[in-house]
């Protein structure tokens, strides 16, 4: 290079893009946080896991029904109780430490449309009052039906009232320290987890989800009958 021509100019080298690429995918994960934050907030508090109206009007019409039924004639002797179908309400349920404004219909079968409108009676299981294990299933988020039995305690009482008579069950454990898997189906069991063993008393088994968000783990509360009162 000679004394009078100028030094050239180094090429520009381009900007790195790796920053401007980690701020596109730092905006994308954080849209997607919000949606995810935003879908559970609208599942957990404002999407009803069983709609309050429908299960009042459940309730009513079950009254209706009771009172619209003919009493059995002492003559004509008992009357075998016409097996309910899915969906058909059966019984409602009360449990007094979720205060006087609880009562819950109770429904023949667990699939989701029956739990929409209120709690579900395991098929198979024994009826409200009767010898063995009368299993209710019921949603739990953060407005189901079963959403405070984490504050029940053995000593608390469930009653369950039907067409001819009231029954009156108490907690024998706590639900918060009692967890299974969905799979534990021995919960249900005439005598839970002694499928071996004959019934000899009347039971009551509570499931509910673990979790306020659906999970595949359940809260368990088991029970006793300890009082019964005809109508």
């Not at 019409?61 to 004509?76: G, I, T």
Request: proline residues 10%; contains cysteine; aromatic residues 6%.
């Amino acid at each position: 290079m000679s004394a009078g021509t100028a030094p050239r100019r180094a090429a520009t080298e381009p900007r790195p893009r790796k920053g401007r690429g980690l701020t596109i995918a730092g905006v994308v994960l954080l849209v997607l946080g919000l949606g995810a934050l935003a879908w559970s907030s609208y599942d957990l508090f404002w999407n009803p896991l069983v709609d309050p109206q429908v299960a009042s009007a459940q309730a009513a019409d079950l009254r209706q029904q009771w009172e619209a039924e003919p009493e059995a004639s002492e003559s004509a002797g008992p009357v075998e109780p016409a097996r309910p179908l899915p969906g058909d309400a059966v019984a409602l349920l009360r449990i007094p430490t979720f205060g006087d404004a609880f009562e819950q219909p109770v429904l023949a079968g667990t699939d989701q449309p029956t739990l929409k409108k209120g709690l579900g009676w395991y098929d198979g299981t024994a009826a409200p009052g009767e010898v063995g294990n009368f299993a209710v299933a019921g949603h739990r988020g953060a407005t189901g039906p079963f959403a405070p039995i984490m504050d029940l305690g053995a000593g608390d009482q469930v009653v369950v009232e039907t067409r001819d008579a009231v029954y009156t069950y108490e907690l024998t454990n706590n639900p918060a320290e009692m967890t299974v898997k969905d799979t534990d189906t021995w919960v249900i069991q005439p005598v839970p987890g002694q499928p071996e063993v004959r019934p000899t008393e009347a039971l009551i088994t509570l499931t509910t989800c673990q979790d306020l968000f659906r999970s595949p783990d359940r809260t368990i509360a088991f029970g006793k009958l300890v009082d019964t009162r005809s109508k």
